[in-house]
């Protein structure tokens, strides 16, 4: 993992005063320009850069679903735009998962900021250098990661290897033929990667990989999807954060206890879904501020992400705010199943650290007034069916309810190279189609 620079160990004071530095500049130019910020601050008294700073706490929230109505209303781009349309360069949009997908521009100037961050800190805190050969799995749609990241290895001086359009065997032979080193996926298709391997009878421990970074889900913060990807692709396994309405914001240190957030970029702030109230830190809902993405910037934007953020140092000497154990779910995706608060990277942890388990699935439904869950969970190939009371008894022990465990047939569960969709809700009660 990559040594710090004295950047990531500041004190309160060196924080505060760098963001608010960062903060001003950026509001100079937002105000002047950007029509949708200009009003929406001037609706709550803030019309110069220093009312900005100094009326922080009393800003209002910024929502997707806010940016969304906008853009749909003063289309194809929205009014969040701090420059003219001829100084933007690229064009990406996110996922879609949940509601209609947003467009956002970069300028040059934007773009250069991502590269940055995944150069300086992203690949940095990883052990990424110039002498590395980076392998893209995933296909180079409109979604902004790992665009982002090929843009920072390019800046590092890193040879990228793209995986585009291209089958999983023929990824794997990419990998193994180009001596690639370091590996970028969700953790989904790493386990995907794995399987496959073994399938082809492929020895990736074996090859020149020695690191993986994944985003897009929490699974490489949870330490047993993390060990079964170690354990399958033979690498040191590390998690990044990020959004493409705002910016790649964290990445793993050697403690590999949370994600650390880029705070020189990003100002960070925790929403209690209960009170209302707003801290520096505590569990709740993320709250972000990016500060070099002028030309599409997102000020106290609610991510949606469940988090606990904790500011009391790491053993890696960092003082940056961290994200403990990672992002913990979607802040829409936990369910209360009689009186207990689940959330989707409970289960995950919990069948990820069970042997003979190739996929699975959860179901949420309601019953009798109640939400119940089902949890699908296909068993690799030769696995007795005694698995299925053994995934039972786990759950009941580590999250005290009890869940339908239902068996389903090798290979017939789905795959997934992005976001994958385990956690799903459906309108009523499944009918049984397990073993």
């Known amino acids: 993992m990559g040594a710090i620079g004295n950047v990531q160990a500041w004190t309160e004071v060196e924080r505060r005063e760098a963001q608010r530095t960062r903060l001003r500049a950026m509001a100079a130019d937002v105000l002047a320009g950007n029509t949708f910020y200009r009003e929406k601050l ?12 100094a009326g ?7 929502t997707k679903t806010e ?21 933007y360069v690229r064009m ?18 934007s773009w250069a900021w991502w590269a940055e961050i995944w150069a300086d800190f992203v690949y940095g805190a990883a052990g990424v250098r110039p002498d590395d050969r980076v392998f893209f799995a995933f296909s180079f749609g409109p979604f902004i990661g790992f665009w982002s990241a090929f843009a920072g290895a390019e800046r590092l001086g890193a040879l990228c290897v793209s995986g585009a359009a291209q089958s999983t065997p023929e990824r794997l032979q ?24 073994r399938e082809e009878k492929v020895d990736l421990a074996s090859s020149a990989l020695r690191v993986s970074i994944h985003a897009g889900e929490p699974g ?8 079964r990807i170690e354990a399958g692709l033979g690498v040191v396994a590390v998690d990044h ?26 100002i960070a702030e925790v929403l209690d879904p209960a009170s209302g109230e707003v801290a520096e830190d505590g569990e709740g809902e993320l ?10 910037p997102v000020i106290r934007y609610r991510t949606g992400d469940r988090v606990k953020l904790v500011r009391d140092g790491c053993a890696c000497g960092r003082t940056w705010a961290k994200l403990d154990g990672g992002i913990v779910a979607r802040a829409d995706d936990m369910v209360i199943v009689r009186g207990v608060n689940v959330f989707p990277s409970a289960i995950e942890s919990i069948v990820r650290g069970l042997d003979g388990i190739a996929e699975y699935r959860v179901e949420a439904f309601d019953q009798r007034g109640m939400v119940e869950l089902r949890v699908i969970v296909e068993p690799q190939p030769g696995v007795a069916g005694g698995i299925r009371d053994g995934v039972a008894d786990a759950l009941h022990r580590s999250l005290g309810i009890r869940c339908d465990v239902t068996l389903a047939e090798p290979g017939s569960l789905p795959r997934f190279e992005l976001k994958a969709k385990r956690f799903v809700r459906i309108a009523s009660q499944p009918t049984p189609t397990g073993r």
Do not use: M
């Not at 490489?220 to 060990?227: F, G």
């Not at 309405?245 to 206890?257: I, L, M, Q, Y």
């Not at 949370?258 to 020189?264: A, D, N, P, Q």
């Open 56 to 62: 922080w706490a009393g800003l209002p929230f910024t």
């Open 220 to 227: 490489a913060s949870i330490p047993s999807t993390r060990e």
């Open 42 to 53: 001037a609706a709550a008294g803030v019309t110069r850069p220093e009312q900005l700073v």
């Open 174 to 197: 990419s990998i193994v033929a180009s001596g690639a080193t370091v590996l970028l996926s969700t953790p989904t298709y790493a386990l995907r990667l794995a399987e496959v391997a």
């Open 241 to 266: 954060t990020g959004a493409t309405e705002v910016g790649p914001t964290g990445f793993s240190c050697e403690a590999r206890d949370g994600v650390h957030l880029v705070e020189r970029e990003f």
């Open 92 to 109: 990406h949009q996110t996922s879609g998962t949940t509601g209609r997908p947003l467009r956002i521009l970069d300028t040059a100037e």
């Open 67 to 87: 940016l969304s109505a906008d853009q749909a209303a003063h289309g194809p781009w929205g009014r969040n735009l701090t420059y003219p349309l001829e100084r």
């Open 287 to 296: 709250v972000l501020t990016n500060l070099g993405r002028w030309g599409w």
